[in-house]
């Protein structure tokens, strides 16, 4: 059976919240604005309410055969494929980025019906000094090259030297930039200084688009994290990210959900739609679905796509082929059958 693109049927009647239709929206690049503090300082989170509204999206949301497939399809396009180890190389590089241009195999392709979707992962992300392999590995693809910058991942490197390293990635040809942002400055409320560094790196990120990682798992509250989600787009950040996969604590449905909804003030308050990327911890198809349930609840089956909405989970995407070889044969794979790289 062909396996057909999300749409109203694939959600399985699921409506969402608050999701009717946007007339002010300006699909131009956020060109930030000038830092407002009235927009996030004194805003209220409810810790309690936050973590129901998280546990209900798994609670009430169940969707089978062809719109499971339907939904686990759409995640491996917003999948980016991560390599960010110590042991590194060249050959590692090539390898992710095969899997990136063909995350699944033929029979599964064939048995979904979707050989000429062009299936591909939404980008492959490395260190800058990996850039310029994956970019010879990715010619002739559109899909785009992302790279972790400005001493990721605690941040803490001089703001110059961060600023020198987001320049070398782009100019090895890296297209997407994930900054980390100085956790100090959000936890001291030092939210001037947190923008000022924001807007410098999106400048130096030029043309590249820049995903600011916020780091939640450091920030204490909750509050915290929807100062921070608004601070970064203010400054122009494209993407808003949870985490850099090291804390104790990474991407987590509450916290999502705070920054799923600043982001939705923030296109309230300005027209511009920015990008979500939840990142770290996530292993599990399960989990690719529970996070774009959120989207979808929250902002609408527009945030569903590569240019809003990424998932930062590498090892997510063997579970996924392994639950589509289920869906086409009938049979689980051994694991070891879908291994990244």
């Known amino acids: 059976m062909t396996v057909e693109p999300l749409g109203a049927e694939a959600t399985s009647g699921v409506a969402p919240h608050g999701a009717g239709p946007w007339t002010g929206i300006n699909d131009a690049r956020n060109p ?19 973590e129901r509204r998280a546990a209900s999206l798994t609670a009430r949301r169940s969707v089978k055969k062809e719109w499971q497939a339907a939904w686990l399809v ?5 999948i980016d494929l991560t390599t960010l180890a110590g042991d590194d190389t060249a050959a590692r590089v090539h390898r992710l980025c095969a899997k990136a241009r063909r995350p699944l195999a033929d029979h599964i ?5 979707i050989q000429s979707l062009g299936l591909t992962t939404g980008a492959v992300c490395v260190y800058p000094s990996m850039v310029p392999h994956a970019v010879k590995a990715l010619r002739g693809t559109r899909i785009p090259v992302a790279s972790v910058a400005t001493g990721f991942p605690a941040g803490l490197l001089p703001l110059r030297l961060r600023l020198e390293e987001i320049r070398y990635a782009v100019a090895e040809g890296a297209g997407e930039i994930d900054i980390v942002i100085t956790r100090e400055h959000v936890m001291t409320a030092n939210w001037s200084a947190l923008y000022d560094e924001v807007a410098a790196m999106r400048e130096a990120c030029a043309h590249a ?7 939640t798992g450091d920030l204490q509250t909750l509050r915290n994290v929807y100062s921070a989600s608004m601070v970064s787009m203010q400054a122009g950040a494209d993407f808003i990210k949870t985490s850099t996969g090291k804390e104790g604590v990474n991407a987590t449905l ?4 705070v920054m799923v909804r600043a982001l939705r003030d923030y296109r309230d308050a300005t027209g511009y739609r920015i990008g979500f990327k939840p990142a770290g911890g996530m292993k599990s198809a399960k989990e690719a679905l529970n996070w774009q349930f959120l989207m979808k609840d929250e902002l609408g089956l527009d945030w569903l796509e590569p240019s809003l909405f990424r998932l930062g989970a590498s090892s997510m995407l ?15 794979a051994a694991a070891s059958r879908h291994a990244l790289a």
């Open 32 to 50: 930030g604005m000038p830092l407002a503090p009235e927009m996030f300082e004194g805003h209220a989170v409810n810790r309690s309410a936050a």
């Open 74 to 78: 759409n995640a491996i396009r917003c």
């Open 109 to 113: 392709l064939e048995g979904l019906g």
């Open 209 to 215: 688009h820049m995903k600011a990682i916020l780091g």
């Open 254 to 257: 509450p916290v999502s959900l």
């Open 318 to 332: 063997g579970d996924i082929e392994r639950q589509l070889e289920h869906y086409v044969t009938g049979r689980y």
